[in-house]
């Protein structure tokens, strides 16, 4: 069975940094791209970036792209999202995706990230 | 990377049919089969229902089903049941490895 468990939000201030984690297990971890899609309350999806089996390639949404990191470690079964320069309008649930070719055909259950003074 | 365009809301009775389209551009829905939609039911994460415009993973009821003209898809639902009712997304790939979502459409079972 697929599971992927997100970890690591909490309230930040505007500016800040904070790493968001997810453990992914179920499947063969380091055949497929990830992705980090995020949903503000009451709002709808987002797509934020991808990243390649291998780490190789990474794409960002332009909303993000200079401040967000995506990385993984396929020794841990690991998917990481870094994030600086924390704004408040990137407070959201935030949610790992696994790639399945075509679509994105797993979600975990989301790590909450508020940005706030 | 401007999101799709949903309804914002659609109804119907238990055992109607409904449809919810979601229109993008030449540069994602009309250039590639890649168009998915997602249901999600309050404080739930999105499950997959339909993927390549009209294809349906395994366990998705066969009421559910997808089409693409153009640069619109569209998701069907017939006979409306009252599980039904939850906010329905659709999703295409926009090239140059990003994805795009819609806006998210409310599905009430009246």
């Known amino acids: 069975e697929v599971q992927l468990v997100e970890s690591g939000g909490v309230v930040v201030q505007p500016g800040g940094s904070l790493r968001l984690s997810c453990a992914a297990s179920g499947f063969t971890f380091d055949d497929y791209t990830m992705h980090w899609v995020r949903q503000a309350p009451g709002k709808g999806l987002e797509w934020v970036s991808l990243i390649s089996w291998d780490g190789g390639s990474t794409y960002y949404a332009d909303s993000v792209k200079g401040r967000f990191t995506i990385s993984r470690d396929n020794s841990k079964n690991s998917l990481y999202l870094q994030m600086n320069s924390l704004r408040t309008e990137d407070t959201a649930l935030y949610y790992c995706a696994k790639d399945g070719l075509t679509t994105l055909d797993y979600w975990g259950q989301g790590t909450l990230v508020t940005v706030s003074s | 990377q401007s999101a799709l365009t949903q309804p914002a809301s659609v109804s119907g009775s238990p055992g109607q049919s409904i449809t919810i389209s979601c229109t993008g551009t030449?540069?994602?829905?009309?250039?590639?089969?890649?168009v998915s939609w997602y249901q999600q039911h309050p404080g739930k994460a999105p499950k997959l229902m339909i993927y390549e415009v009209s294809k349906r993973p395994s366990g998705v009821s066969n009421r559910f089903s997808g089409s693409k003209s153009g640069n619109t898809a569209s998701l069907t639902i017939s006979g409306l049941q009252a599980e039904d009712e939850a906010d329905y997304y659709c999703c295409s790939y926009a090239g140059s490895s990003s994805v795009v979502f819609g806006g998210g459409t409310k599905l009430t079972v009246l």
């Open positions: 030449s540069s994602d829905v009309g250039s590639y089969n890649l």
